[in-house]
């Protein structure tokens, strides 16, 4: 299984993303402020795994302060929390785990700083492992979704590189091959940094699961001849009345998909659900340099001067949304009341 994210030592070890699949690189972060910056960066990218890079951050920092006084510990650490909370602000997951990990601050904090920050550490290395295991229920429950012979369109990277391990959208996908149906893949680029095309169809081709690269604007010709028959995708945030929020273009997708009658799914961890946000119109959207679109790997192909739009996440309704695929379960046709009812399970 690919390894997004290894702690070794005193640092953590992640695997670049930026350059993939021309080169596999990895880079060391020893505190909380070298894993913002490749957060920030995208050296790792996905909700879940930059939920659970931002959790070893904020441990690997408790670390460097656990012989300090108390004031100071918690200065340390309040400075280590707003680092990481502002590298990326869409992805709920980062905030959820941020948030965790302060819970456990603050249970063990009374028993002193030292056993504070190793109890930290060990939170985060829960965190990761839990991770794995949350994809591989939740794939376990989405590949019944898919039936054999099935031609399944992508979006983005939702794979084990988005995560602790295994994948929300490919760990569907990588279940239901597990199970013994023949499961062929469309991963469209994903422009403008291209995750399908350098790491999803990469990810694909490591497990040796069928798969065909296309350019974004091919999928709705594919779907008219048709030639797919479901799309699952990840994403960043599930907001309370079951809007979707994920890399820019999932919504051109979904929007097609209902035109041809084709399911939409959307695979991830509950920690994505986010009831504190009532639509996605109340969801900040990051804007990312103007240098992504204007070319790519130091190649540029625009014109000097023209102006850039760089949006890195889109809003998809809950009305295009056919299933929300989760480790407690399924929810299909989700609304309000269905996330509702999934969260109060927990």
């Known amino acids: 299984m690919i390894e997004t994210l290894i702690l070794k030592g005193d640092a953590v070890e992640l695997i670049d993303q930026r350059i993939l699949p021309l080169a596999f690189e990895t880079v060391r972060c020893s505190n909380a402020d070298e894993m913002a910056q490749a957060i920030r960066d995208m050296v790792v990218r996905g909700a879940p795994a930059i939920g659970v890079a931002a959790a070893y951050g904020y441990a690997l920092e408790a670390q460097l302060h656990s012989t300090a006084s108390t004031p100071s510990f918690l200065s340390a650490m309040e400075v280590a929390a707003e680092c990481l909370l502002n590298s990326r602000p869409t992805a709920v997951n980062l905030a959820w785990a941020v948030k965790r990990m302060q819970a456990v601050q603050a249970q063990h904090l009374p028993v002193g700083i030292a056993a504070c920050a190793q109890a930290l550490l060990s939170e985060a290395i829960s965190l990761h492992q839990q991770d794995i295991r949350i994809n591989q229920t939740m794939g376990q429950h989405g590949a019944a979704l898919l039936p054999d012979g099935a031609r399944v369109l992508t979006h983005c990277n939702a ?35 291209l995750q399908g095309a350098r790491l999803t169809a ?42 979707v929020v994920n890399k820019i273009g ?17 695979a991830c961890p509950v920690s994505t659900l986010d009831l504190n946000t009532p639509t996605g119109a109340e969801v900040p959207i990051e804007e990312r340099s103007a240098q992504e679109v204007l070319g790519f790997a130091g190649v540029r192909w625009a014109p000097e001067g023209v ?17 929300i695929i989760t480790e407690r379960g399924i929810v299909h046709q989700p609304d309000r009341a269905g996330i509702a009812r999934l969260m109060q399970s927990l």
Request: glycine residues 8%.
């Open 307 to 323: 102006a850039v739009r760089n949006p890195a996440f889109d809003v998809t309704p809950a009305a295009l949304v056919t299933a």
């Open 159 to 193: 794979g084990a590189l988005a995560t602790a391990g295994y994948g929300t959208a490919l760990g569907v996908i990588r279940a239901a091959v597990e199970s013994g149906k023949r499961i062929a893949v469309f991963a469209d680029e994903t422009r403008p940094f």
């Open 202 to 243: 990469w990810e694909l081709m490591q497990d040796r699961i069928p798969v065909t690269l296309i350019t974004d604007n091919m999928s709705g010709y594919l779907m008219a001849r048709g030639e797919i028959d479901a799309v699952v995708v990840g994403t960043d945030r599930v907001t309370a009345n079951g809007d």
């Open 250 to 266: 999932t919504y051109m997708v979904a929007v097609l998909a209902q035109r041809h009658n084709i399911p939409f799914y959307v």
